[in-house]
């Protein structure tokens, strides 16, 4: 007990607060501050991801033009998952799919999946061990069709300006299930711009399509926003070490983000530097975001078996 203070949210800790008016309205939003520099805001009914980050009161995520959007504005038709696409600093993309919108088996999928856009069914938080721990269950289940159960840890280290997301799937149904993942983690300004320092330290780097291989030899180099920029692509493959950071040199600050590689073996760069759509992607995964269907051609698409689970960590620390 610290005899200085009357309350712990004097120093840290997390308070839930609620949005009135616009899109956004009521949706739940939980304020987790550290003590130490490191605030982020958690949305239960956006899968519990993380809308923003802020690091020393600098702004390091993106926020998208159509700003907070609850999920009962969501539009799974085609590419309509951008009208709502609030981006911030971790949109997770799945679990039925990930990328273009395609047809794989007979089934339609939109673009990115449903998970981002669905509530949890529960959420808490408690102080554990030099920890702020949120825990929420999210449940991507439907009549007739897949079944699966995302438990989801984010704790928030009270000593060291980092944090980690603990991901848990478990296949709840009777049939065998295609899973696609990916962390969509957007950088925005002032933490990016055209003197950002990006690292990737992987061991191989592939374009997606010839326009990002016009520009392969550019792809950790940003520029300044320009008009009519069309988004380019890279994908990374790492041997040892799942590892990827940016630094802006003119604050001083900047975050590193560290994966298993083997289990997430699938990165993505997006890189986006158009006018207002100014956003750098650094996005772990299990696939990449080319379509099922292209996933399941190329021997790449996993699935988990009835009663199956697998687990999934990110760490994300200040610099």
């Known amino acids: ?12 800790g997390i308070e839930e607060h609620r ?9 739940r939003l939980l304020e987790v501050n550290n003590g130490k520099g490191l605030e982020l805001t958690v949305s239960p009914d956006r899968c519990a991801d993380i809308s923003r980050l802020r690091y020393r009161g600098i702004n390091m995520s993106y926020f998208s033009p159509c700003g907070y959007a609850a999920p009962a504005f969501y539009d799974r038709t085609g590419s309509n998952w951008l009208k709502t696409f609030t981006a911030g600093f971790l ?8 990328g273009s919108p395609c047809v794989d088996e007979g089934e339609e999928l939109p673009l990115h999946g449903t998970i981002a856009n669905t509530p949890s069914d529960q959420v808490y938080w408690i102080e554990e061990d030099g920890y702020l721990v949120i825990r929420a269950v999210i449940r991507d289940e439907a009549l007739f069709a897949r079944k699966y159960r995302l438990d989801r840890e984010i704790r928030v280290s009270l000593t060291e300006n980092e944090f980690v997301i603990r991901d848990v799937i478990e296949n709840t149904g009777d049939a065998v299930q295609p899973l ?18 990006v690292e990737i330290l992987s061991d191989e780097v592939a ?40 630094y802006q040199p003119k604050i001083g600050q900047g975050l590193e983000i560290s994966f298993d590689q083997e289990v997430l073996d699938c990165f993505v760069e997006w890189k986006m530097m158009g006018v207002r759509d100014y956003v750098l992607g ?30 999934y960590e990110v760490t994300v620390r200040m610099l």
Not at 180 to 197: A, C, Q
Not at 295 to 302: A, P
Request: charged letters at 30%; glycine letters at 12%.
């Open 91 to 98: 949109t997770t993309c799945g679990l039925q799919a990930v």
């Open 282 to 311: 650094l996005e772990c995964g299990n696939c990449y975001p080319d379509g099922r269907d292209v996933m399941r051609e190329k021997g790449m698409l996993k699935f988990l078996e009835p009663g199956e689970k697998v687990k």
């Open 19 to 27: 949005l009135v008016g616009g899109k956004g309205d009521g949706m």
């Open 180 to 197: 696609e993942v990916l962390y969509h983690m957007n950088m925005g300004y002032p933490l990016l711009d055209e003197d950002s320092i």
């Open 207 to 246: 374009a997606r399509d010839e326009h990002a291989a016009e520009d392969l030899e550019n792809w950790m180099k940003m520029i300044k926003p320009e008009a009519g920029y069309v988004e380019r692509c890279y994908y990374h493959k790492f041997e040892k070490e799942g590892k990827a950071s940016i």
């Open 1 to 12: 007990m610290n005899p200085y203070i009357g309350h712990d949210s004097q120093l840290y």
